[in-house]
């Protein structure tokens, strides 16, 4: 479990502004990530889920049919990391691992119809979590920085 961070470590420091590391767009993508997690975080907390949950889940409910490894690879994390994330799943009945009939070494995740609600209600947390994270941009801005964060994340 993370410990949470204070709430003040969440409010913009003045002295940042003016400092070479707000010109670096890797140290802005990073802090931006991070404030964005913290708060989707505490919104996905109803639900006792994690962003990391919520990230796998989401695919898990897609047309893309993961196997562990690739929630490995879609997610950028350690495939023991992806294991815990569907062993937590698994236990709250969201998930199923199936063998991948073209694999036998492979495991696909599978949602659950009981998966498929607790997404629903996730996305739906997730996305009041984001409007309040972009309140400072406007609808223009806000389409350009997801072409932007697209074209960075999945190229």
Same mark, same amino acid.
């Given at each position: 479990?993370?410990?949470?961070?204070?709430?003040?470590?969440?409010?913009?420091?003045?002295?940042?502004?003016?400092?070479?590391?707000?010109?670096?767009?890797?140290?802005?993508?990073?802090?931006?990530?991070?404030?964005?997690?913290?708060?989707?975080?505490?919104?996905?907390?109803?639900?006792?889920?994690?962003?990391?949950?919520?990230?796998?889940?989401?695919?898990?409910?897609?047309?893309?049919?993961?196997?562990?490894?690739?929630?490995?690879?879609?997610?950028? =994390?350690?495939?023991?990391?992806?294991?815990?994330?569907?062993?937590?799943?698994?236990? *709250?009945? $969201? #998930?199923? &691992?199936? +063998? /991948?009939?073209?694999?036998?070494?492979?495991? =696909?995740?599978?949602?659950?119809?009981?998966?498929?609600?607790?997404?629903?209600?996730? *996305?739906? $947390? #997730?996305? &009041?979590? +984001? /409007?309040?994270?972009?309140?400072?941009?406007?609808?223009?801005?806000?389409?350009?920085?997801?072409?932007?964060?697209?074209?960075?994340?999945?190229?």
């Amino acid at each position: 479990m993370t410990t949470p961070l204070p709430q003040d470590a969440l409010d913009p420091a003045p002295d940042l502004r003016t400092s070479d590391l707000a010109s670096e767009p890797v140290f802005l993508m990073a802090r931006a990530s991070s404030l964005a997690s913290a708060s989707a975080n505490r919104a996905l907390g109803e639900l006792d889920l994690k962003v990391r949950h919520y990230s796998a889940l989401s695919l898990v409910c897609s047309d893309l049919h993961p196997s562990q490894r690739d929630l490995s690879r879609y997610l950028v =994390l350690d495939p023991s990391q992806i294991v815990l994330i569907v062993d937590s799943l698994e236990r *709250r009945g $969201a #998930v199923v &691992r199936r +063998t /991948d009939p073209n694999d036998r070494r492979s495991k =696909l995740i599978e949602p659950t119809d009981k998966g498929r609600e607790l997404y629903r209600r996730a *996305r739906a $947390a #997730v996305d &009041r979590c +984001t /409007d309040g994270t972009m309140a400072p941009l406007s609808e223009d801005e806000r389409a350009t920085l997801l072409d932007l964060l697209q074209r960075v994340a999945l190229s």
